[in-house]
């Protein structure tokens, strides 16, 4: 049975917190905040201020966006009568598991607890909890700002129940995200370690004088930055294949793209995983021909191009 969410508790109330604030609200739900910060009024006045209007032009109604956002006197009075808490607290395991051993304690039983943690899995924290309450802990990691960004990582603990993890989906689904269910705890989860391996290469090219930081992103903006945004890195492979699909660029380029440099977090590609890893693509993409792909990708290029050429306008 799907959950309703009408009540959402907010715990701690720095840029991300703040930003998940103003988009709950928006999306329709009662919000109440928790942060120890003195200027937390403040604070969530200024950004639903600022952030109204990119929900506004994302076709959300921003009226009486303030009227549903209440300000708790503590993490007690803020979690009393959630439907689900999105905590948001340091990157701090030790405060983690003792913030979740009050969440759970405070929280309605039937509350989901999710936290935005953006490199600590959850069961890192919840060791000490009893069953019941570690099967609703989950991770709903963000990226910044996710009143904006789509994604959120869903990562389930070693005892989160199947029933959370629906649930979890569901709710950031029903707030317009994209959530994507990460099938194993590792730290930095999915997208982190992505951008960070990339960012690691980035310094390394710029260090040795290969090219300048500028030019650098100009590289991943006209490039891989516009490919990864219309189809990600495997479908982008997949079509550079051209109607061979990703199994023919692997035949082709797959040993000299090995023989460019590996990162630390690069597998060997023996024949038994390159082979493992073509049928995951081919499964994940073979329903589709080569020519429907393409018309989505080149589309979808198309609309990025134009929003890019129309904001670049309005800037000069």
Avoid at 32 to 46: C, G, I, K, M, Y
Avoid at 104 to 120: C, G, K, Q, T, V
Avoid at 202 to 211: E, H, K, R, T
Avoid at 256 to 267: C, E, I, L, V
């Amino acid at each position: 049975m799907t959950r309703s969410f009408r009540t959402a508790a907010v715990i701690g109330a720095g840029t991300i917190g703040l930003s998940w604030t103003a988009l709950f609200a928006a999306h329709g739900l009662t919000v109440r905040v928790s942060d120890p910060r003195e200027d937390l009024a403040e604070a969530v006045t200024e950004a639903l201020e600022q952030y109204a209007p990119h929900l506004a032009a994302r076709g959300l109604d921003v009226t009486g966006l303030a009227d549903r956002v209440h300000i708790a006197a503590d993490v007690t009075d803020a979690v009393r009568d959630a439907d689900v808490v999105q905590e948001n607290g340091p990157e701090r395991a030790g405060f983690k598991k003792d913030l979740f051993a009050a969440l759970a304690r405070e929280a309605p039983a039937h509350a989901l607890l999710l936290s935005s943690s953006s490199a600590i899995p959850s069961t890192a924290f919840t060791g000490e909890l009893a069953d019941e309450d570690a099967a609703r802990v989950l991770i709903g990691h963000p990226f910044n700002p996710p009143h904006l960004v789509p994604l959120v990582e869903v990562v389930p603990g070693e005892r989160t129940g199947e029933e959370a993890v629906q649930a979890a989906l569901d709710f950031y689904t029903s707030v317009g995200r994209t959530p994507v269910v990460e099938r194993k705890e590792i730290p930095g989860f999915v997208g982190n370690r992505l951008q960070n391996a990339l960012s690691r290469e980035a310094v390394y090219l710029v260090d040795q004088g290969v090219v300048t930081p500028e030019d650098l992103d100009k590289v991943m903006t006209n490039s891989l930055g516009l490919r990864w945004a219309t189809v990600g890195p495997f479908l982008g492979s997949h079509l550079g294949g051209g109607p061979g699909g990703y199994r023919h660029l692997v035949a082709h380029i797959g040993a000299s793209m090995q023989q460019t440099g590996a990162g630390g977090g690069t597998p060997p590609l023996d024949e038994e995983r390159q082979e493992r890893l073509i049928e995951a693509v081919e499964k994940a993409y073979g329903s589709s021909t080569y020519s429907e792909l393409t018309e989505t990708r080149d589309r979808r290029q198309l609309a990025v191009l134009a929003a890019l050429d129309s904001t670049e306008k309005e800037e000069n």
